[in-house]
């Protein structure tokens, strides 16, 4: 039997421009601070942004925004949600987050669980009319994961890595199985690079040796022969931590302008080329 949400999903989406995906390997490495930064980015811009956090086992982005979790109001659906110090923006930026419903508790969901709060979710939740949507996905190579090709098959790609091996390695597994399924990879941003590698206005960074002629390889080498752009790299900076909650001072950040560079590259000019920067 055809679950008719599915068909409720496409209508939620088809007023929206662009679907730009914030993913990793591993967790732990600024996914969450890259997507709501980002976001708070495209809506500075002036553009109409939403941000969907799915990360079911650690949804934060409400913490970088300052966002007020209380249950969604209800409108033939369920509205986004407001963020806080929404002066900080041009535009506008509607937000949704599993954590509006589970709050701080753990989320032990498996398997089929996922799938249908993921559905729900995303059937539920009215965002009108935007230029993107950025959408927080878990850390890996999940049921989620599989299920964003599933219902958002449009979605276009960031990644983001540390320069750990580790790191880099999970990496290419989640680009291969990205690019075996057609999905287009915007590409790869390094967070939290060593000092040398990091990216400063006027300065011209040491090579990394994940990134070879502009484009993203791996530790292996596999990822070669695959266009997948290298974005840049943006060093550890700890005053982040003090801008929590606050948009304004994120984006006033060290971290945002590095990131608007960064994401400036990706196709399409995300951010970074727009008037205002």
């Known amino acids: 039997m055809i679950d008719p949400r599915l068909a409720v999903i496409q209508r ?20 969450s601070l890259c997507s709501s930064v980002g ?35 209800e409108e033939h659906g369920i509205l986004p949600l407001p963020v806080g ?28 669980a996922v799938s249908n709060a993921l ?3 995303l059937a539920v939740t009215i965002w009108g009319e935007l230029d993107v949507l950025v959408v927080d996905m878990p850390p890996g190579i999940g049921d989620e994961v599989l299920d964003l090709v599933r219902f958002m098959a449009r979605s276009e790609i960031v990644v983001v ?15 291969g199985m990205f690019l075996e399924l057609g999905m287009p990879v915007l590409g790869v941003i390094e ?24 484009r993203w390889i791996g530790k292996s080498g596999a990822l070669a022969d695959r266009d997948v752009p290298s974005l840049g790299s943006i060093a550890f ?36 080329t727009s008037e205002g920067s």
């Open 237 to 272: 900076i700890p005053e982040v931590e003090q801008a929590l909650g606050s948009p304004a001072r994120l984006l006033e950040s060290a971290f945002a302008d590095s990131l608007d560079r960064a994401l400036g590259r990706a196709a399409g000019g995300l951010v970074g």
């Open 85 to 112: 110090d929404e002066a900080a923006v041009r535009g506008s930026l509607r937000f949704m987050s599993v954590a509006a419903f589970t709050g701080d508790r753990a989320v032990p969901l498996r398997g089929e």
């Open 119 to 121: 559905i729900e979710l």
């Open 39 to 73: 976001a708070l980015l495209l809506a500075r811009r002036g553009m109409r942004v939403g941000l969907l956090d799915l990360d079911f086992h650690g949804a934060s982005t409400h913490i970088f925004l300052g966002a007020s979790l209380g249950f969604p109001e």
């Open 12 to 31: 939620r989406l088809e007023r929206i421009g662009r679907i730009v995906v914030f993913s990793s390997g591993k967790g732990g490495v600024g996914k």
């Open 161 to 175: 890595s540390t320069a750990s091996e580790v790191s880099v390695r999970v990496v290419e597994r989640l680009l």
């Open 191 to 214: 967070n939290m690079a060593l000092p040398e590698r990091a990216e400063a206005k006027g300065s011209r960074p040491a090579p990394s040796p994940w990134v070879s002629g502009g």
